[in-house]
């Protein structure tokens, strides 16, 4: 165990482990709703969020949204909102998570031209930061303060 993980364990964080693919994304494997799935792990990204296609596998109840989505070159896309999931991501979970739900194709093709698998969604900087996220990406671990 590095210095760094002994100090967050002493700290309550979990370690949770990454993976890092051809694309130089980050994955992880969290359930939504006690159904798992891959997800990329995207600071950058504001919500964390599921394509629409996996709403049943996820038992999601969606609603129409306002806000518009962008990101990885598309724009203006239609949102739908989905609230009071349960999100778990190893021994961390959190039972009022709040998932937009957009179209995730660009991504899943973007993935699948590098020989990549496709993934469910994403985890965004909502749920860092609920969680006091730390990213070791030397060592390809996420930890979650418990």
């Given amino acids: 165990m590095s210095s760094l993980a002994k100090f967050l364990a002493s700290k309550k964080y979990i370690s949770i482990p990454l993976t890092l693919t051809d694309t130089h994304h980050l994955e992880l494997d969290c359930s939504i709703n006690d159904q798992p799935g891959k997800f990329i792990l995207d600071t950058g990204a504001s919500s964390s969020c599921v394509d629409p296609g996996q709403i049943d596998y996820f038992k999601l109840f969606a609603e129409d949204s306002e806000v518009k989505a962008a990101g990885a070159g598309a724009i203006n896309m239609q949102t739908q ?3 009071d999931n349960s999100l778990a991501i190893g021994e961390w979970d959190v039972d009022d998570a709040q998932l937009v739900i ?3 194709s660009h991504v899943n093709e973007a993935l ?4 990549a698998a496709k993934v469910h969604g994403i985890i965004g900087a909502d749920i860092l930061q609920e969680a006091d996220a730390i990213i070791d990406y030397n060592k390809e671990k996420l930890y979650l303060k418990t």
């Fill in 102 to 104: 957009f179209d995730l």
């Fill in 81 to 83: 909102v989905s609230t």
């Fill in 112 to 115: 699948e031209q590098h020989n």
